[in-house]
């Protein structure tokens, strides 16, 4: 069964410092990867997703993704955070066939941003 | 582009009441449509699968006979908790894909349910 793992739960940053998000996941096929960010009582917007080619992928609001095989992790990284970004983060690993759409999420990551 | 709505945003129902829960995909046809839940300050977990014009597909855990779920167009999934109790209390959230692959996986906004 496929699995993703948020390690941090909380993360705290100053606005303007980079930030990295991490996330491990365990699939036995190809997987298909999803960032979405959660406001507090708000539902999931997609911040950006990898099915196949550039190993980075470039998102929404300045985010971008690294998928390395390598190390089944697909980090989440912003150069510069700003305060509108603190929300909380959830990784998701999806499969491909018949199953497609069905996602796995992992315990997400709560960004809170100091001024 | 391509919107998923929920409805209501927020409800409150009595012990022991049902209340429906409606997911529209808005601008495109949504073959399949996925219901999570989240209980508070905790991830989303996926509770079942709804097919157009079949029965829906439940993981394992989930009760069928509680959380009905009906998909009877391409554009509406429905999800009914039967018999509320305090426990059902959370955030009931659905997706919606196109057909084929690729296509990009949409949220809804979700829906708050609180049983008193």
């Known amino acids: 069964a496929q699995s993703v793992t948020q390690p941090d739960i909380h993360i705290t940053v100053s606005e303007g410092a980079s930030l990295e998000l991490r996330c491990n996941y365990s699939?036995?096929?190809?997987?298909?990867l999803f960032w979405y960010v959660q406001s507090p009582g708000q539902g999931l917007q997609l911040l950006l997703k990898y099915f196949s080619g550039d190993t980075l992928v470039q998102g929404i609001k300045g985010f971008e993704a690294e998928f390395k095989r390598s190390q089944s992790s697909f980090n989440l990284r912003k150069p510069s955070v700003h305060w509108s970004d603190a929300a909380e983060y959830f990784c998701?690993?999806?499969?491909?066939?018949?199953?497609?759409?069905?996602?796995?999420f992992g315990q997400g990551t709560i960004l809170t941003v100091h001024p | 582009g391509a919107v998923v709505s929920q409805h209501p945003s927020r409800v409150i129902c009595k012990s022991g009441t049902s209340v429906k829960i409606e997911c529209r995909s808005l601008d495109f046809q949504a073959t399949t449509m996925f219901w999570y839940r989240q209980f508070p300050k905790q991830s989303l977990m996926l509770m079942a699968t709804s097919n157009e014009g079949s029965k829906a597909t439940y993981e394992q855990g989930v009760e069928k006979d509680k959380f009905l779920i009906n998909h009877a167009s391409l554009t509406l999934s429905t999800l009914t908790v039967t018999s509320a109790h305090p426990e059902d209390s959370s955030f009931y959230i659905c997706s919606a894909k196109g057909t084929g692959y690729g296509n990009t996986i949409y949220f809804g906004e979700g829906s708050w349910l609180t049983v008193v």
């Open positions: 998701a690993v999806g499969e491909f066939g018949t199953s497609y759409g069905k996602l796995t």
């Open positions: 699939y036995g096929a190809t997987p298909y």
